[in-house]
């Protein structure tokens, strides 16, 4: 019993997820074992369509309210992965991407709200501009290697607003880092990279190359992004003195507290 008390909700998640992922490399990478017949289809489908239901369920565990814009944001993931799994129609893979789209504009939208309580230095200024330059041209680039597999408008349409709202994501949650150097701003800008990059490897495997590993990794950052998208909006609802306090990557990435910094180590 006391064993039980000790194990936390989050840890459990955090166990329930390396589950994901090992079920996830399997599948791509030793597809082989399966007796049956497309069973490493099957299981990453499961686990993209079970990733976002996971989530909320922990979540909810723990905390009985969500701020409606941060649940309509899974709840469009949620619905842009079941349309991706599915497939029933011609048209799904479209809703899907429409799906992911709106997701990424709500994600703006959060963003532009703190945004708009921060004010730009000279270097920052300089940063964001570099920051919003580099992905503008690495859009460019990817986009004159695939133009020619786009199948129709609305696909490419498609692809143009989400590259366009990759790009806003990256710039504000630079700008949001930048400024404030918290643990939620830090994990906003990681939640924010893995989105972009999994985006990218998705475009490159379905339009220009196929390759398992990318096609993996793909899947992989989906995972992460929704799971630091999950610790975000936990961390937001958590009543918390420390939540605007700041931190640098590697307090981040390595937590430490007051008695193990005065610990003396003798070289």
């Known amino acids: 019993m006391k064993l039980r008390h000790k194990i936390k909700p989050n840890t459990i998640l955090a166990y329930v997820l390396l589950v994901l992922f090992a079920l996830n490399c399997l599948a791509s ?5 399966f007796v049956f017949k497309d069973v490493d289809v099957l299981i990453s489908k499961i686990t ?10 922990f979540y909810f565990a723990q905390k009985n309210r969500m701020a409606t814009v941060f649940f ?3 709840l469009l993931f949620f619905i842009g992965d079941a349309l991706a ?13 429409a799906a992911y789209l709106c997701a990424y504009l709500l994600i703006i939208f959060v963003l532009f709200g703190q945004l708009k309580r921060i004010k730009f230095d ?10 919003l330059l580099l992905n503008s041209y690495f859009l460019y680039v990817l986009y004159g290697v695939v133009k020619e597999n786009f199948v129709d408008d609305l696909n490419l349409g498609l692809y143009i607003f989400n590259g366009v709202a990759l790009i806003v994501m990256c710039f504000f949650a630079f700008a949001v880092y930048l400024n404030k150097e918290t643990s939620q701003s830090i994990t906003y800008l990681l ?26 990794f793909e899947r992989m950052l989906h995972l992460i992004a929704l799971y630091l ?3 975000y909006v ?34």
């Not at 993209?48 to 369920?57: A, E, N, S, V």
């Not at 599915?86 to 809703?95: A, E, Q, R, Y």
């Not at 000279?122 to 920051?131: H, K, N, P, Q």
């Open 191 to 216: 939640m924010v990279f893995c989105f972009v990059f999994s985006d990218v490897l998705k475009y490159i495997c379905d339009l220009y190359v196929y390759y398992w590993l990318f096609e993996l």
């Open 29 to 33: 990478y030793q597809s082989d074992i």
């Open 48 to 57: 993209t369509l079970i990733t976002t239901t996971i989530l909320l369920t």
């Open 85 to 97: 799994v599915f497939n029933l129609v011609d048209i799904s893979l479209k809703l899907a991407e």
């Open 234 to 267: 936990f961390e937001h609802h958590t009543a918390s003195e420390h939540k605007e306090q700041k931190v640098t990557l590697t307090e981040y990435f390595i937590p430490t507290t007051a008695k193990l910094k005065e610990i003396r180590v003798n070289l």
């Open 72 to 74: 309509t944001i899974f």
């Open 229 to 231: 998208l999950y610790r």
């Open 122 to 131: 000279g270097i920052v200024s300089i940063y964001l501009i570099l920051v």
